[in-house]
């Protein structure tokens, strides 16, 4: 038993809880729990664990706050944070087409404004070698296109031309101004709580400094899977679309996504082939960008 594992731990020692959801790709660090009524996530990887004492120590109550940090233990090893109230709230995947308008549009792009309202640059690139922001973002692209060759999964001709491309699409990027970002607002990780219509933004294992438009690409090009993230890109997105910053990180977002569809061996389920043209597309998008 999964809850019997966990007594090990001081914090729930005499507590009464239940595990009902791990999503954690088979590592078991990561679990939903209910405790007296409320839902919570549970991190215990200290590992896991080390990005939010970082994050914590540099920003303070207003992390904690928009994370909804509710307890660290002393020895590290465990990290209870808010999920979604009482247990009730439905992932958008699951009900986003059966949902009327309430301006829950409006009440995610109050949560996001209220991330990105924290600013605070923190980030050494030159302890790693880089000199910048865009040098990372293209080191870590690259990086990524040299191990899908490394697969076999592209020729050397096609990698050549991705990274003649990605080189030369980067001469189009702007710098930014940095602020704490989620950093992976997908439909998945938005959550409806139907009893009281509120919306909650769930998942800040990702949250990190970076550029706020990072995450409105994310929900931009997520617009045709959501209903919800339709409208916030019509209502108040919509200027971004074409954007030398969201191509550049929609292509960033798209390479990742190629990557992980290898590294999971999803191929079955998704076409690679479509991801690679998508990704030429972009990289096209962004050179020729006026």
């Known amino acids: 038993m999964i809850e019997e594992a966990l007594k090990k731990y001081n914090f729930f020692e005499g507590k009464e809880f239940e595990v009902f959801n791990i999503q954690d790709y088979g590592r078991k660090s990561k679990f939903k729990i209910k405790m007296k009524g409320k ?3 549970l991190i215990l990887s200290e590992e896991r664990i080390k990005p939010y004492i970082k ?3 540099i920003l303070g109550d207003n992390f904690k706050k928009i994370i909804g940090l509710k307890y660290l233990s002393e020895d590290n090893k465990v990290l209870i944070l808010d999920y979604f109230g009482n247990g009730n709230g439905i992932d958008l995947v699951k009900i986003d087409s059966t949902l009327e308008n309430n301006d829950y549009e409006l009440q995610l792009k109050n949560i996001l404004d209220n991330i990105h309202s924290i600013k605070h640059e923190y980030v050494d690139f030159s302890i790693n070698g880089y000199k910048d922001w865009k040098d990372y973002y293209l080191s870590e692209i ?3 296109i040299i191990n899908i060759y490394n697969q076999n999964l592209i020729t050397n001709d096609v990698k050549k031309i991705l990274l003649e491309k990605l080189e030369e699409s980067s001469k189009r990027y702007i710098d930014f101004q940095t602020t704490l970002i989620h950093a992976d607002v997908t439909p998945l990780n938005v959550c409806i709580n139907k009893e009281d219509n509120s919306l909650y933004l769930i998942d800040y294992d990702d949250f990190k400094i970076g550029d706020p438009l990072m995450d409105i690409s994310r ?3 997520c617009k ?3 209903k919800i993230f339709k409208l916030l890109v019509d209502k108040y997105y919509y200027q971004y679309e074409n954007d030398i910053n969201h191509l550049f990180y929609t292509l960033r977002v798209n ?3 190629y990557n992980h569809i290898i590294e999971k061996n999803q191929e079955a389920i998704y076409n690679l082939n479509k991801a690679r043209e ?4 972009i990289i096209d998008s962004i050179i020729n960008h006026v």
């Open 39 to 41: 839902c919570y996530t």
């Open 55 to 57: 994050k914590l120590a």
């Open 142 to 144: 690259s990086d990524k």
């Open 219 to 221: 929900i931009i090009n």
């Open 224 to 226: 045709d899977m959501s």
């Open 255 to 257: 390479i990742n996504w």
């Open 278 to 281: 998508d990704i030429f597309y």
